[in-house]
């Protein structure tokens, strides 16, 4: 039995050294410059960089990781697995806008995690090197650019005495409703869930042969898990070929995606709904000619709630390019699970279910995310009695399997009340996500967070409802890039506020929109808006995935520190 993606590497290295593991995108377009990295290179690089720090008695400590988009960041994270060493990926501080979001982050994570090393690119270690007074938190850690470390030093390399038990990695979590907590993945969890992975989107010996092992494409970050245990680890479970590019690129110009996926026909490839919505806007008639999507079967969509209408909308229009609805592949999982949880069936179109009513709200129709993977378990519990909840009755997720992670880093107290939680009835402990949903026919429904439910006249609602019939009610919106939450109105109680992100050269139409926002909000919840303000584009706090951080865009609303466009609109 494999214990550990180490054995499989060194496996795949063996078996099929010249076959293409990664190729990478440098500009983001299938015309410009590749990289690529074999079986065989990647398994002496890693194996280097192991040695490297196996040499310096690291194994056990942690290891930051801080790459640009490339694929310089693979054979870290994998050298940091063959040694022994607990990898913590991280996003290195770029641009002048991004860089104190990144390094406040940093900070945090190097603090959290008692990272002995820094392992980098060149240009982010000399970068580290003058933000070095700014970052104290460095004092006494090693900085070393892995791209000098000689692919040589890989004779030295030695097992590592490795169990299933072996911390693997710290994923971050994102923070959408609290700091962000490292998540301790164990080796056995990461098996555990590629292999999910693999069973749930249907990746056979028989489909790898029928795509030529060319299984995915993707922009995905891969210091997320999305983007890591997909696109990246599964790969090496499967000994396939991924080919990788910058979510940069792709933010830039979405059509790099389908390009992508036109040129090099992979089986699996997705990302967010807004991922989806992005492509949409760009989808002119030249676009859609160029386009060949009739070999992707697999097109996953997870992360942030996945909306109906966007899948309607995409199959419909891509549709002309030959992408089949059945490939509409929506999704659950989080960091505490590793990742994935619950997946659809290849080749059945996603489960809707009507939320019927009229109005702007009235295709948000209730979107199944899929099954569980095999020797994983879900239940719907309610929080407070700790009981499991019928079919149909909306209450906390509950996941158990040995995907579930070990816990938190350092936080024993977060790490009790979040992954051992009981059942009456029920053997076992479950990891409470926080998250709220149903199940229906065994499928999972996710309807919102815990957390961010709204309460109004003792009606529960969920801000993304609410989003998504601000974002309906006026082109101007930005798909998932609008926050609803409530705040307290005195003697009204609790009223919800809007914050939504529009083009600069709307101002001018700023309380049309606002008002036309209001009136979606009136008809499809019954609630009437204490305040609608619409903000410049990018301003909205989001997680390092993407997610909306409504408690922090909440908390700058009440400080009066948004980015508002023009003179807010309040009535």
Known sequence: MVRTLVDLLTAHASQQPDRTAYRYLVTGDCDGEVRDISYGQLARRSQAIAAWLQERGLAGSRAMLLYPPGLEFIPAFLGCLAAGVVAVPGVPPRGRSQNHRALIRMKRLIADADAKVILGGREVI???????????????????????????????????????????????????????????????????????????????????????????????????????????????????????????????????????????????????????????????????????????????????????????????????????????YPCYGLAEATLMVTGGSVDAAPTLLDAGGSGPHADAAAVGCGRPGPGLTVVIADPEGQEELPEGEVGEIWVGGASVAKGYWRNALATRETFRATLTGREGRFLRTGDLGFLRNGEVFVTGRLKDLIVIDGRNHYPQDLELSAELSHPALRPGCTAAFSVDGAAGGEQPVVVAEVAPETAGEAEKIADQVRGAIAEAHGLSARDVVLVHPGTIPKTSSGKIQRRATRAAYLDGTLSVLGVPVQR
């Open 126 to 328: 000399g970068a580290l090197g003058e933000l070095a007074q700014h970052l104290p938190e460095m004092d006494g850690i090693t900085c070393v650019t892995t791209e000098d470390i000689p692919d040589d030093a890989a004779g030295s390399w030695r097992e590592p005495g490795l169990t299933a038990d072996s911390v693997a990695f710290l994923q971050y979590t994102s923070g959408s409703t609290s700091a962000p907590r490292g998540v301790m993945v164990t080796h056995g969890n990461l098996v555990d869930n590629v292999r999910v992975v693999t069973e749930r989107m249907g990746h056979t010996p028989d489909t790898i042969a029928e795509y030529g092992h060319e299984m995915y494409v993707s922009w995905l970050p891969v210091y997320h898990d999305m983007g890591l245990i997909g696109p990246v680890l599964n790969a090496v479970h499967l000994g396939v070929t991924a080919t990788l590019f910058s979510p940069l690129h792709f933010l830039q110009q979405p059509q790099r995606w389908l390009s992508a996926v036109t040129r090099y026909r992979p089986h699996t490839s997705g990302g967010p709904n807004f991922a989806y919505e992005l492509c949409l806007k760009h989808a002119t008639p030249g676009l859609l000619g160029e386009l060949d999507l009739s070999s992707w079967r697999v097109a996953f969509n997870g992360a942030e709630p996945v909306r109906a209408a966007t899948l309607r909308r995409f199959s419909e229009t891509f549709g002309a390019a030959g992408f089949r609805r059945e490939a509409l």
